[in-house]
């Protein structure tokens, strides 16, 4: 058979293998509970965008009248909770009606899939399979969700490291405090390999973000926005979050249990960083951030892509347990994850330090080699 029939013939395949992920994520999807109220998560985002530079940014009863105001119901689970900054940057989106800019959101949304399909340094088929099995991805298009925008400042600072521009991977990580709590642990990584420059690029460009959040929303912000963490709906439902506190949800100490639990993970993500190459420790910190967040749904695991992916191209006559991740009906189930999520961790850590050892034990074996031929 002629080498381009091949080619088409596996493209083919490639695309069918594609459609299929399709067909059973949305077939899951169709199953599972809809947003409260059909409100989605861009409503936060839309009404953050309006009340940005006014007193009422984290006003709860003022954003729950105006959510009634735009679609006739409101839906007390989703505040605006994020820094002002963010607002300001989707303050376009109030230029439009809500429905004209749900659509954009949308459009949004698809892009920043695809420029990390596109930037990721992997096999882009292996970044397209993974994106059509996964359910975190189908529920980022239901709910409205940004945290797939994490997704393209993270595959911009890989590869700007890569390149040797570690001050600029700083200031790209630095666009992920829009979610915080998910590069929580980046910091043992940056830590640990000594990234001095990157950790510089990151405080330049968190400076900047927080100056920027002052500028316009005035002095009062924070005080304003930590009475809203502590006191508002920012946290809906601790029982449906996809952590180590779920996994021990019918504990009486199940809060004890994740903080154990969080140390664990912290100390594997300390080990992967001492081994690994930045990538892969940087990536692995992403799924522990994941796993110990207090706050974090089923769509916030496309942060598990790039050690999916990095792993699976490493490993390809072994693949890794990070393939487990890309099951959608893997989802269905909240221990499920985490066990698969704990375990990648540790067959990750386990990995390298292995390769480790093997590596400084062929070296005294070299050295031994040497001494002996020069002793003759």
């Given at each position: 058979?002629?080498?381009?029939?091949?080619?088409?013939?596996?493209?083919?395949?490639?695309?069918?293998?594609?459609?299929?992920?399709?067909?059973?994520?949305?077939?899951?999807?169709?199953?599972?509970?809809?947003?409260?109220?059909?409100?989605?998560?861009?409503?936060?985002?839309?009404?953050?965008?309006?009340?940005?530079?006014?007193?009422?940014?984290?006003?709860?009863?003022?954003?729950?009248?105006?959510?009634?105001?735009?679609?006739?119901?409101?839906?007390?689970?989703?505040?605006?909770?994020?820094?002002?900054?963010?607002?300001?940057?989707?303050?376009?989106?109030?230029?439009?009606?809500?429905?004209?800019?749900?659509?954009?959101?949308?459009?949004?949304?698809?892009?920043?899939?695809?420029?990390?399909?596109?930037?990721?340094?992997?096999?882009?088929?292996?970044?397209?399979?993974?994106?059509?099995?996964?359910?975190?991805?189908?529920?980022?298009?239901?709910?409205?969700?940004?945290?797939?925008?994490?997704?393209?400042?993270?595959?911009?600072?890989?590869?700007?490291?890569?390149?040797?521009?570690?001050?600029?991977?700083?200031?790209?990580?630095?666009?992920?405090?829009?979610?915080?709590?998910?590069?929580?642990?980046?910091?043992?990584?940056?830590?640990?390999?000594?990234?001095?420059?990157?950790?510089?690029?990151?405080?330049?460009?968190?400076?900047?973000?927080?100056?920027?959040?002052?500028?316009?929303?005035?002095?009062?912000?924070?005080r304003d926005y930590f009475h809203m963490l502590v006191y508002g709906n920012s946290q809906p439902s601790a029982r449906f979050m996809y952590n180590i506190r779920e996994f021990f949800w019918r504990s009486p100490h199940n809060l004890a249990w994740h903080i154990a639990g969080s140390v664990i993970v912290a100390g594997l993500v300390w080990l992967i960083?001492?081994?690994?190459?930045?990538?892969?420790?940087?990536?692995?910190?992403?799924?522990?951030?994941?796993?110990?967040?207090?706050?974090?749904?089923?769509?916030?695991?496309?942060?598990?892509?790039?050690?999916?992916?990095?792993?699976?191209?490493?490993?390809?006559?072994?693949?890794?347990?990070?393939?487990?991740?890309?099951?959608?009906?893997?989802?269905?189930?909240?221990?499920?994850?985490?066990?698969?999520?704990?375990?990648?961790?540790?067959?990750?850590?386990?990995?390298?330090?292995?390769?480790?050892?093997?590596?400084?034990?062929?070296?005294?074996?070299?050295?031994?080699?040497?001494?002996?031929?020069?002793?003759?």
């Amino acid at each position: 058979m002629p080498p381009k029939t091949t080619s088409a013939i596996k493209r083919a395949g490639y695309v069918l293998f594609c459609a299929l992920g399709l067909i059973t994520v949305r077939w899951l999807m169709q199953s599972s509970p809809r947003p409260l109220n059909g409100i989605k998560d861009f409503m936060t985002f839309y009404v953050g965008a309006e009340l940005v530079g006014t007193p009422h940014l984290y006003d709860e009863a003022y954003q729950m009248k105006r959510q009634e105001q735009l679609v006739g119901v409101n839906s007390d689970i989703i505040p605006y909770v994020r820094f002002p900054f963010l607002a300001w940057l989707y303050k376009p989106l109030a230029w439009f009606s809500y429905d004209q800019a749900d659509k954009i959101w949308t459009g949004l949304i698809a892009l920043s899939f695809a420029v990390f399909w596109w930037l990721f340094p992997v096999n882009r088929w292996h970044t397209l399979f993974a994106l059509c099995w996964s359910v975190p991805v189908i529920s980022c298009f239901r709910l409205g969700q940004d945290t797939s925008f994490l997704l393209v400042w993270i595959a911009f600072g890989i590869v700007l490291y890569q390149k040797g521009r570690p001050f600029l991977a700083g200031l790209a990580f630095s666009l992920c405090l829009q979610k915080f709590h998910f590069l929580v642990l980046a910091a043992i990584v940056v830590l640990v390999q000594r990234h001095w420059r990157m950790m510089w690029g990151a405080i330049s460009g968190v400076a900047f973000f927080i100056a920027l959040s002052f500028a316009v929303q005035g002095p009062t912000w924070p005080r304003d926005y930590f009475h809203m963490l502590v006191y508002g709906n920012s946290q809906p439902s601790a029982r449906f979050m996809y952590n180590i506190r779920e996994f021990f949800w019918r504990s009486p100490h199940n809060l004890a249990w994740h903080i154990a639990g969080s140390v664990i993970v912290a100390g594997l993500v300390w080990l992967i960083s001492r081994r690994a190459p930045f990538a892969i420790a940087f990536s692995a910190s992403l799924i522990g951030s994941l796993m110990i967040s207090l706050h974090v749904f089923h769509q916030d695991y496309v942060l598990a892509f790039p050690l999916i992916l990095l792993t699976f191209e490493n490993f390809l006559n072994s693949p890794p347990p990070a393939v487990l991740l890309g099951v959608p009906f893997l989802y269905l189930w909240i221990p499920a994850v985490i066990i698969v999520c704990f375990g990648l961790l540790i067959w990750v850590a386990v990995d390298y330090e292995t390769r480790a050892r093997r590596k400084l034990g062929s070296d005294r074996l070299a050295g031994s080699t040497l001494i002996d031929s020069e002793t003759r």
